[in-house]
């Protein structure tokens, strides 16, 4: 245990280029900028989990249309998400190396290329929402509840996408606190108004699953705006120029555009395998469905620790590349590892004790139900430890570049693997709903396996931004 903390022992005297900090340094440091990310993560989902409960109040065929929703939602913020990655990596790297004129013409252009990705892709959802909901299963029972939930998330999605964008940016540069107080308001938002228009309480109209749609557009909109006064400030680092957005910076597209094929081919690859994924349990059943969505509602709420601290990281680490720190970039990546695993151990025992409470406050009308989400909840909470060390050390690759490796990866395991080994153990072996969540098991373990092979190789270090 000694050694495992000593952080004069994670390189080799002959690639030391200075004085290497404690374990206490390091963690604190790790933490500073680590801990926002994960509140704030953690809030994202929890409010999402609270629309599953609210939305349960509807009855069950609510709920499983909201599941329904979810990966056609994800497809499109996974375009954002790729720009992100990209957009903060640059930051990262420029706020490292002390520039700031190149770390604000970055955010200028993530920006505005966020804004055109966001119009193209509400006009096409809004257009095919119903489609979409059918061929992610949704039943004659769910189709409605399903198409009205998509066509109104998607119509607001332009608030969701920029400031998403801004707050990577304010990552990149350490800020995590600024995007944690935005969802934090937002959030707030969310569920008051979820409350008000779900069931019509205090005078307001009863809109049902379109309430609970319409209250997550007012808090995405109410994020974008505290975002947007954040980069206005005259003292602030990241400032906000309006004629910028209106002219075009050709230099830095050409850098965003190294990095953006690749982290688009990587977000891409793995929201298809979610999409897969979700489309064998889906076709399952609405009870499937059901029972898959309140374990992926949990898992997504401890998963949100782990992205906390992968997005943390590749910050961090992007700043010690920045300064020409190699020899540090693995030793802030080291302890963040070592914390987020001692972080998955306790999810997994909270997520095992706890399971009883957390699905009884979705209300699952059967037994049988409750029983099967009982046994999915049990996989759920062991598959958060191969998951979260994998889930930082991609963090880590896509921070430093290597972002064609983790699409690479991305392609092998979670588009091919997952919905391979996930389908055969649902229908021809006949596991159901388990089968599925194995699947995800194993696809997690593959993930950590390979990153951690890579990370050691450290190519990672090397690559230009």
């Known amino acids: 245990m000694v050694k495992m903390l000593d952080t004069d022992r994670y390189v080799k005297e002959s690639e030391k280029e200075g004085p290497i900090p404690a374990f206490g340094k390091v963690s604190k440091d790790v933490m500073k ?8 993560g953690f809030l994202v989902a929890l409010v999402t989990m609270f629309d599953g409960i609210m939305v349960s109040s509807l009855g069950n065929n609510a709920n499983a249309a909201v599941t329904i929703t979810k990966q056609p939602i994800y497809f499109m913020i996974c375009f954002i998400t790729a720009l992100n990655i990209a957009i903060t990596a640059i930051v990262s790297r420029r706020y490292g190396s002390k520039n700031k004129e190149e770390t604000n013409r970055a955010m200028h252009v993530g920006i505005q290329l966020s804004a055109i990705i966001a119009i193209i892709l509400t006009i096409f959802v809004c257009l095919m929402s119903r489609t979409l909901c059918s061929w992610m299963g949704a039943t004659s029972s769910t189709i409605d509840y399903a ?39 937002a959030n707030i938002v969310n569920i008051c108004f979820n409350y008000l228009l779900i069931n019509g309480n205090y005078g307001f109209p009863k809109l049902g699953i379109e309430g ?15 975002s947007l006064i954040a980069v206005m400030r005259k003292n602030g680092y990241l400032k906000l120029q309006f004629k910028s957005l209106f002219t075009i910076d050709k230099e830095m597209l050409k850098t965003v555009g190294n990095l953006l094929p690749s982290t ?53 680490v992007g700043h010690r590349l920045g300064e020409k720190r190699k020899d540090l970039a693995v030793v802030y990546a080291k302890v963040s590892m070592i914390i987020s695993f001692m972080f ?3 999810i997994c025992i909270f997520m095992s004790t706890c399971k009883g409470f957390l699905i009884d406050l979705y209300v699952p009308e059967m037994e049988y139900r409750y029983n ?7 996989l759920a909470a062991f598959i958060t430890l191969p998951q979260n060390i994998q889930w930082v050390i991609t963090g880590i690759l896509r921070g430093s570049g290597d972002t064609k490796y983790t699409a690479t990866l991305s392609l092998i395991s979670v588009t091919a693997i997952r919905p391979i080994i996930s389908y055969l153990l649902c229908y021809p072996i006949g596991l159901g709903v388990i089968g599925a969540w194995i699947g995800m098991g194993i696809d997690q373990s593959i993930r950590f396996t390979c990153n951690m092979v890579r990370f050691k190789q450290g190519k990672w270090k090397n690559i230009k931004v």
């Open 212 to 226: 609970a749609a319409i209250a997550t557009v007012f808090g995405n909109a109410i994020a974008f705006l505290i």
């Open 344 to 346: 998955a151990i306790l």
């Open 372 to 378: 099967m989400a009982s046994n999915v909840m049990l």
């Open 147 to 185: 198409s009205s939930y998509l066509f109104i998330i998607s119509a607001g999605f332009i608030f969701n996408a920029l400031r998403l964008t801004i707050n990577a940016c304010q990552r990149g540069i350490g800020k995590t606190k600024i995007s944690l107080y935005t969802n934090l308001i």
């Open 264 to 316: 688009l081919i990587d977000q891409i690859f793995l929201r298809i395998g979610f999409i897969l994924f979700a489309l064998i349990v889906n076709y399952l059943g609405d009870d499937a469905t059901y029972i898959h969505g309140i374990c992926n509602d949990m898992n997504s709420l401890m998963f949100t620790l782990a992205d906390g601290f992968s997005i943390g990281t590749a910050a961090v």
């Open 33 to 40: 900028i680590v801990w926002p990310s994960m509140l704030e």
